[in-house]
C-alpha cells in the first residue's frame, strides 16, 4: 500500500532537459527495502520499462533507449525518486509512469511492480 504521485512533466523541445519527481507516501515499511522504476507509455504503443533503481544501495537500471541521457536518483530523506532526462527526442514523448515494488530487486517487467502513479505528461517537439 504504497501511493505514488508524478510532477515535473511538461511541453519541451527536442535537447532540451526535463526531471521527473515520484513522491512515495502511505504504508511504507522502509524505503530501504523499495525497488522503484519509471516506466512509459506512447500513444499506440504498449508500457515499456525506462529506468529502475534499488533503494538500498542505489544500484540502477536503463533501457537501452534511454541509457546515458537519463538518469535515475533518489532522496532518502524525502522519500522521492527522480528521473533527469537530458538531451531529449521526439521519441521519448510518452505518459511516463512511476512503479514501487516492496522488494529490493529491480526488474524489467511490468507484472514486477504492484503500485503505480498517475503519470505525467512528457511531450517533446522537433
Known amino acids: 500500500q504504497v501511493q505514488l504521485a508524478e510532477s515535473g512533466g511538461g511541453l519541451v523541445q527536442a535537447g532540451d532537459s526535463l526531471r521527473l519527481s515520484c513522491a512515495a507516501s502511505?504504508?511504507?515499511?522502509?524505503?530501504?527495502?523499495?525497488?522503484m522504476a519509471w516506466f512509459r507509455q506512447a500513444p499506440g504503443k504498449e508500457r515499456e520499462f525506462v529506468a529502475g533503481?534499488?533503494?538500498?544501495?542505489?544500484?540502477?537500471v536503463y533501457a537501452d533507449s534511454v541509457k546515458g541521457r537519463f538518469t535515475i536518483s533518489r532522496d532518502n530523506t524525502k522519500d522521492t525518486v527522480y528521473l533527469q532526462m537530458n538531451s531529449l527526442k521526439p521519441e521519448d514523448t510518452a505518459v511516463y509512469y512511476c512503479?514501487?515494488?516492496?522488494?529490493?530487486?529491480?526488474?524489467?517487467?511490468?507484472?514486477?511492480?504492484?503500485?503505480w502513479g498517475q503519470g505525467t505528461q512528457v511531450t517533446v517537439s522537433s
Open positions: 502511505g504504508r511504507t515499511q522502509s524505503t530501504f527495502g523499495y525497488a
Open positions: 512503479a514501487a515494488r516492496n522488494n529490493i530487486a529491480v526488474l524489467t517487467t511490468i507484472s514486477a511492480y504492484t503500485d
Open positions: 533503481l534499488r533503494w538500498s544501495t542505489g544500484r540502477t
